[in-house]
């Protein structure tokens, strides 16, 4: 079960309900809230509240609204190890994770170097050119060989016939070995 979408639903549930406790019940909040609010000695009963403190009401509103969109931003940029408070820009396992240089597998706890981004550049580019050779090469296989290409995965084909008989055909000679000659 989740518990932070249900603990922040209970916090904001709880800020609403005493956010209408105290305005219905602000003439008995106390002598000392009124005097620093500004409700005291006005005339009308909530007079002094609505425009003096209760005036600000709306502007709690868009605190609030700030207050969740820092919140958010921070955890979109937030490291996603558990209690790290660093900016996390680097990702790691395909984007799944945003990290810190101190706790990207990658960089072991330190900084990258100029080093270590020259090197890990280096391999991701010849890591792509590796790939792109490999696929050029099915490529001109495929059309060196279009009856490869129909029928490679299908179950009727030379290749498929020839692996299943390679598995059912094996010598048991093979399997046991030669044998030890102290045996005879
Ligand atoms: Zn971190």
Redesign the pocket.
């Known amino acids: 079960m989740k518990w932070r979408p249900i603990i922040t639903a209970g916090l904001i549930c709880a800020g609403a309900a005493g956010v209408a406790l105290w305005v219905i019940r602000a003439r008995l909040v106390g002598h000392w809230l009124e005097v620093h609010t500004g409700t005291v000695n006005e005339p009308g009963p909530y007079y002094g509240f609505w425009s003096g403190f209760g005036s600000d009401l709306t502007e709690f509103a868009i605190i609030g609204t700030i207050a969740t969109g820092v919140y958010q931003l921070v955890k979109k940029y937030n490291?996603h190890?558990p209690g790290?408070w660093?900016v996390?820009n680097n990702p790691a396992a395909a984007r799944q994770f945003s990290?810190?240089y101190?706790?990207h597998p990658g960089y072991q706890g330190s900084e990258p170097t100029l080093e270590l981004i020259q090197r890990l550049h280096k391999e991701h580019l010849e890591r792509q050119a590796a790939m792109l050779s490999k696929l050029h090469e099915v490529h001109q296989h495929l059309t060196d060989n279009p009856a490869a290409a129909n029928g490679v995965f299908g179950p009727g084909t030379p290749a498929a016939q020839a692996a299943r008989s390679g598995i059912t055909q094996t010598d048991p000679g093979t399997l046991d070995g030669p044998g030890d000659p102290r045996d005879t």
Request: hydrophobic share 10%; net charge positive.
């Open positions: 490291c190890q790290c660093r996390g990290l810190c101190r706790h």
